[in-house]
């Protein structure tokens, strides 16, 4: 018997040189094996074309063939596994990017810019303008005045402009919260035209993109610009999680990490049906993630920040490896089993198989990786009855003395996993509803969360400064965070929910977590891979927990922030 086996080994191993030889990515013949099909969003055409000149150059026998996403006749399709897609966030969004495989390269970062010479520059970068204050420039009829977003009282009417281009105003219209922009907006053709009309004019507003305003022998904002700080919570401060004007290097980390408003950045990805499997296609996406970035400015868009690009070319080294490694596996066990066929009688074939699937039945029951992902659901989340819930994610319950009890609700600590530290107020302290009342801390990463009233604090959770975890065992008993005087119930309450309303709310909620997951959630990460279960798409339970502090950053900006606007 063991004559026959080695003799068999011994074939087989022979056998595998002629099976290399048939080693090709799926989809392509003989003939084509340099060829590579792209299919692009549309206004992305110019930015293709640059960095198919310039791969030809020290590429010349890779062939790539590039159709437009709308032409429905290109017989192009992303469900090909030999198709490699180059489309902006808006196609992502119109299509089950669930499905897809997906990783950013570029981005398009739309920023209002004022003349440095503008007399209430200083008041401005101070404390930035308002999401609401721009919507009343741009947005509302009849003329507008500085005094209107600046608080300087002087009556000097602003003179607002854009690009007149449709992705600008596709990210006004979502940024604004409005339809159409006020026939007082003046449409420029492009965005040297409008840097020479800001420049020359002290009272002007204009958006325009990044790429366009940035000098980059010098790597900052080009001579007689400024940038105009956002405040996004429009509390009057520019607080630490929105302050990333201070340089270039600082703002562009800032818009990797969420802190920019989302609807004023479009990311670019790389999409195909699966993780990329053949060598043409990957080394192609490593020379756009190095050699290739510089050219991403010449075509209206920003290159992703150093810090981004590494980790990325890692991640398509390690799927090359781990899919050549597949490949050539499943070929070499296909051909043994065909020699084992042909050349083992069928009562030696009958007892090697039968020893096989025993071993392999024998290794299938040893590893259950059951219990270490759970579903975060609906039905995951406790909802007592008589208790108030506000956007924030907080709670609020009045006591029979009139004060009111506070804490953070259950969904919230899904999402972050086990809290180690909770930074709290001292009693005495005046807050305002929409004001950081606590921060939920996880080894050095942080969550600021707002208060659902005003008032004083009475008092706060001595157990829970003691014992974080409480917020994780026991978040509307022993895990309440201050015991508050509320200064104006009534009023605040009307806005807030109960039982059935909050349970229908959280639907909208657990829809715009899986947003999240999906835009914000760098899809290269190893740790992306769990947060939504295979069954049925569900996000895994404590799904922030192995993720680092930039990722807690953008959920602050855009999950938390976002629902206090």
Not at 316 to 334: G, P, R
Request: hydrophobic share 40%; aromatic share 10%.
């Amino acid at each position: 018997m063991k004559k026959i086996v080695v003799l068999i080994s011994l074939v087989a191993f022979l056998s595998v040189s002629n099976i290399n030889s048939m080693n090709m990515p799926y989809g392509y013949a003989a003939g084509d094996k340099d060829t590579l099909r792209v299919l692009i969003s549309p206004e992305l055409n110019g930015l293709l074309e640059k960095w198919i000149t310039e791969y030809n150059e020290d590429n010349p026998d890779v062939i790539i063939h590039k159709a437009h996403i709308n032409d429905d006749g290109n017989g192009y399709d992303l469900g090909d596994e030999d198709v490699l897609g180059i489309v902006t966030e808006d196609y992502l969004r119109s299509v089950k990017r669930g499905s897809l495989w997906s990783m950013v390269v570029a981005r398009d970062v739309i920023v209002p810019v004022i003349s440095a010479d503008n007399p209430f520059r200083n008041a401005i970068i101070e404390t930035g303008i308002s999401p609401s204050r721009f919507a009343d420039v741009y947005t509302e009829p009849g003329k507008l005045t500085w005094a209107d977003i600046s608080d300087s009282g002087d009556a000097t009417t602003v003179n607002c402009y854009c690009l007149g281009d449709e992705p600008v105003r596709f990210c006004l219209s979502e940024f604004l919260e409005a339809d159409n922009l006020s026939g007082n907006v003046t449409r420029v053709s492009s965005n040297e035209e409008m840097i020479e009309r800001i420049v020359n004019d002290k009272y002007s507003i204009g958006f325009c993109r990044l790429s366009g305003i940035i000098d980059y022998e010098n790597h900052s904002v080009r001579e007689g610009l400024e940038i105009v700080p956002i405040d996004i919570n429009g509390n009057g401060t520019l607080e630490n999680n929105e302050n990333i004007y201070s340089c270039l290097n600082d703002f562009n980390r800032g818009v990797w990490i969420g802190k920019y408003p989302g609807s004023l950045c479009r990311n670019i990805h790389m999409v195909s049906s699966t993780s990329p499997d053949d060598e043409i296609g990957i080394a192609f996406m490593q020379w756009v993630l190095s050699g290739g970035q510089e050219y991403i400015s010449e075509a209206g868009f920003s290159e992703l920040i150093p810090g981004e690009k590494q980790p990325k070319i890692q991640a398509l080294n390690t799927e090359e490896i781990t899919v050549a490694e597949k490949k050539q596996q499943a070929v070499s066990t296909a051909r043994i089993f065909f020699i084992i066929a042909t050349v083992v009688v069928a009562g030696i074939l009958v007892y090697i198989i039968t020893r096989i699937v025993k071993a392999g039945t024998e290794k299938e029951q040893e590893v259950d990786f059951s219990g270490d992902l759970k579903a975060f659901n609906e039905e995951s989340v406790i909802i007592p009855g008589g208790v108030f819930f506000d956007r924030s994610h907080t709670w609020a319950f009045m006591e029979k003395d009139g004060n009111v009890r506070v804490g953070i609700d259950d969904f919230l600590q899904h999402v972050t996993g086990k809290v180690t530290n909770v930074k709290m107020k001292q009693p005495g302290a005046k807050i305002k509803k929409g004001e950081v009342i606590v921060s939920l801390v996880q080894h050095g990463k942080q969550l600021d969360i707002y208060s659902p009233v005003s008032g004083v604090i009475a008092e706060y959770n001595h157990d829970l400064a003691a014992n974080s975890s409480l917020l994780n065992t026991s978040p509307f008993l022993d895990g309440w965070v201050y015991i508050i005087e509320p200064a104006n119930w009534l009023k605040e309450t009307r806005k807030f929910f109960m039982a059935d309303n909050y349970r229908e709310w959280l639907k909208s909620e657990f829809a715009r977590l899986k947003d999240f997951i999906s835009s914000a959630v760098k899809t290269n990460d190893l740790n992306y891979s769990q947060i939504v279960l295979q069954d049925g798409g569900e996000v895994r339970d404590k799904l922030l927990e192995n993720f680092g502090p930039d990722v807690w950053e953008e959920f602050q900006r855009r999950y938390i922030d976002a629902a206090s606007v």
